[in-house]
């Protein structure tokens, strides 16, 4: 009998710790919830504008007759009552009889929509809802209108203006998504934490126990980098979360001695690990946790996240060991322009048929690039480019031709050949001024690249119609392409800029990202930084990632209160504008750097308007209670070729008016000069030290670009040359001369 019950409470007890296990670790085994969540999935409904989805085909005519608006389903989401709304007006010179619209999803014919039939000429709007069939959603989804439009039957002109339909601006796509329950693998990162599929920016929590130390800050901003070069274009939002778990994916860092309350009872781990769990509040988020014994593992397990995600499988895994990482060599970001070699097109190319356009309506043929933005382009006419090219052959009088543009301005054009020849051609990009004349008086062309931002090159062949008789014929078959072949070649071009300027910082990273690793670059921040401040880090440094495209995985970070090595580093201050060293010597770094960074912070709020012609500035000071933010630039004091980035905030607000502002496109624009005020109102930009240069250029160049303000010293300058160069010739022949008279008297 008591041997029973032994039995009785043993199997008790491992069905006791069996729970525990699970209720610690909920999405290890489901077993629980055997009829699904207990709670119901959120469903949301969503209006997809057209505008925001990027749609740009809105008017259709005889030869651009195709257009679609693309939209995406995330891997976590189910969608429902998908309907398509929207409304268009038709040329009136269309024939109702044989002229409509035909509508596709996904390639499957939706519906076909007569044109001008029971319609008043005055008025030939019309809309439609059309209700899509939901099991033909994919992961990429294309609603696609065709015309098909007659203004004459006999013989019809398709390049005539009288053929076509124009889509109202206010389409939109309705749709039902209902949050799925996926399976807490690894080998599905990014997802679901980043989607491709998902077109919109990127926003994931950073969940913390409490305000953390620089090494876990390191881990942070390690692993933001990488999400934001995953998110690339979409731009990426790092929230940062004290001690609570947000109703969204997202991401957790926990070491044995500091856990969130949330998952206070989870078990602590003897190596730095990556764990994928459900959220034990809201089962339907995912949580990826970084663990570690101590702060120091958390960055070993980031960088083993961000090199070796491809091969983890499962819900858990350690870091057993991380070979030594080479360190990046200067202007090797993985999206920049190489500066040792020419580099092919079929090196940026993101799909194998993007170099490729058929038939008239075809689109552009677009590449994106990105430069260093230190490029020294000074009295060049623009970056080399080898363009090589192929066509089906083209009748003598059909005047096809290709175009070139930068940026959506015009470069060259070429006329298409009559062969199936390649055809290969050698031409500039033209390089684009800086806007802000006041920082550099020594600016280059006026229009094409832009040094500071990512480029788009477009290539666009424009096939024409032959006339057959009377009647414009269409031929089939037309293709062009652009050899992979081709290259850009920027190798012949050192490296030196004018410094501060905010625009190169706010748009490429730079200097803190010559190096795609940012091995030169140390942040410093308040004692207790905000979670808005940390926030604005790891928002910036995964801007920096999607410009690199590789994770900053040799960042440092330091208090402002630690007397750091400042030496030989570019270094990004992040705190209020009165934070202060506290404990340390006069003469140290960190004191000298505060009183330099104050400085340049005074300076911008409180320089008023000057006359650039004169050295004397209005000295306008004034005491506010406003929010308000300031970003400034200025040489290091520890190190000529280095520079200090300094983003101050008044408060927990003017954080937000600065992150908003570094996560805007329009309003990177407008951050420029060497300092930028930021309030309620906007931006607004004031130069204010003196500039200072960074980079090599051969000595002949660096004396003639210099100088090349001031004519009358150059002149002098080259006036001694030759009177030196004069003299030493004429010593070299008098010696001459003396050899031979010497030579003669022997």
């Keep these: 009998m008591i041997k029973k019950l032994l039995n009785t409470f043993l199997i008790l007890l491992l069905i006791s710790s069996a729970y525990k296990v699970l209720a610690i670790e909920p999405m290890q085994d489901k077993t629980l919830f055997v009829n699904g969540y207990p709670e119901s999935a959120n469903v949301s409904s969503l209006q997809l504008g057209f505008e925001a989805l990027g749609f740009n085909g809105y008017k259709l005519d005889g030869v ?131 989607d491709a599929k998902d077109y919109n920016k990127l926003n994931l929590p950073f969940v913390f126990a409490s305000t953390p130390n620089t090494q876990a800050i390191e881990a942070a901003a390690t692993l933001s980098s990488w999400f934001g070069a995953q998110a690339d274009w979409r731009g990426a939002n790092f929230p940062v979360v004290l001690n609570k778990a947000p109703e ?30 459900s959220s034990p509040i809201h089962r339907y988020n995912k949580m990826l946790l970084i663990l570690g014994r101590d702060e120091k593992d958390l960055k070993t397990a980031v960088t083993g996240l961000v090199f070796g995600h491809k091969i983890m499988t499962g819900r858990s895994a350690s870091i057993e060991a991380i070979n030594k990482l080479p360190l990046r060599k200067a202007y090797d970001a993985p999206r920049w322009l190489r500066s040792d070699r020419p580099v092919h097109f079929d090196e940026l190319i993101d799909y194998p048929t993007q170099l490729q356009a058929e038939g008239l309506n075809n689109g552009p043929i677009k590449l994106n690039v990105r430069f260093a933005p230190d490029l020294f ?12 090219y192929r066509n089906t052959p083209e009748s003598e009088a059909s005047n096809s031709r290709l175009n070139m543009l930068i940026n959506q301005r015009f470069i060259n054009g070429f006329i298409l050949a009559n062969t199936d020849s390649a055809n290969i051609s050698k031409t500039l990009l033209p390089l684009i001024a800086n806007t802000d004349t006041s920082q550099n008086p020594k600016n280059f062309s006026l229009n094409g690249i832009n040094l500071a931002t990512k480029n788009e090159l477009n290539f666009d062949f424009r096939f024409n119609t032959i006339m057959k008789g009377k009647c414009p014929e269409v031929p089939a078959g037309q293709y062009g392409v652009i050899d992979g072949n081709s290259n850009i070649d920027v190798s012949g071009f050192n490296h030196y800029i004018a410094l501060p300027d905010l625009n190169v910082f706010a748009n490429s990273g730079f200097p803190f990202t010559k190096y795609a690793d940012l091995q030169q670059t140390l942040v410093l921040i308040d004692e207790v930084p905000s979670p808005k401040a940390l926030s604005v880090l790891f928002n910036l440094t995964g801007h920096f990632g999607a410009i690199t495209g590789y994770p ?21 201050v992040i705190a209020k504008p009165n934070s202060i060293a506290n404990n340390l010597d006069e003469d140290a770094q960190t004191n000298i750097l505060l009183d330099n960074n104050q400085r ?27 929010d308000m933010a300031v970003i400034t630039g200025f040489q290091s004091p520890f190190d000529s070729e280095r520079s200090i980035v300094s983003l101050s905030a008044t408060s927990q607000k003017a ?57 009358f010293v150059l002149a002098l300058l080259s006036i001694l040359t030759l009177l030196l160069i004069s003299f030493i010739i004429w010593r070299l022949l008098q010696a001459l001369t003396y050899k031979r008279l010497t030579e003669g008297d022997e």
Excluded at 259 to 270: H, R
């Design 64 to 194: 651009n007759n195709n257009s679609r608006v693309d939209f995406t389903n995330r891997v976590d989401k189910l969608s429902t009552n998908l309907k398509l709304n929207f409304s268009y007006t038709n040329s009136p010179s269309l024939i109702a009889n044989v002229s409509h619209l035909k509508v596709y999803f996904n390639n499957n014919l939706v519906t076909v929509l007569p044109i001008n039939e029971k319609l008043s000429v005055v008025k030939n709007t019309t809309s439609h809802s059309l209700n899509l069939n939901a099991k033909y959603i994919q992961d990429y989804n294309q609603i696609r209108f065709e015309l098909v439009g007659y203004y004459d039957l006999n013989c019809q002109d398709y390049f005539s203006r009288s053929i076509w339909t124009e889509i109202n601006k206010s389409s939109n796509i309705t749709v039902n998504q209902k949050q799925l329950a996926i399976d807490s693998r690894l080998e599905y990162l990014p997802e679901p934490f980043f």
């Design 552 to 572: 900053a995985h040799r960042i440092s970070v330091a208090h402002l209160n630690e007397d750091a090595n400042l030496d030989d580093k570019d270094i990004l």
């Design 655 to 711: 954080f937000t008016l600065l992150d908003d502002a570094l996560m805007s496109s329009e309003a990177l624009a407008q951050i420029k000069g060497s300092a930028a005020v930021i309030n309620s109102q906007g931006i607004k930009t004031i130069k204010t030290d003196e500039q200072y240069f960074v980079g090599h250029i051969p000595v002949h160049t660096l004396i003639w670009f210099h100088l090349s303000d001031h004519p």
């Design 377 to 388: 382009t000074w009295r060049e006419k623009g970056i080399p480019i080898t363009l090589q």
């Design 600 to 626: 340049a912070i005074k300076q911008a709020i409180y320089n008023g308007a000057y006359d650039e012609q004169t050295t004397d500035k209005v000295q306008v000071s004034i005491k506010s209670s406003g």
């Design 248 to 277: 969204q994916h997202s991401v957790v860092f926990i070491t044995n001695d500091s856990k969130p309350d949330f998952l206070k009872d989870y078990p602590d781990v003897e190596k730095p690990t990556i764990e994928l769990i």
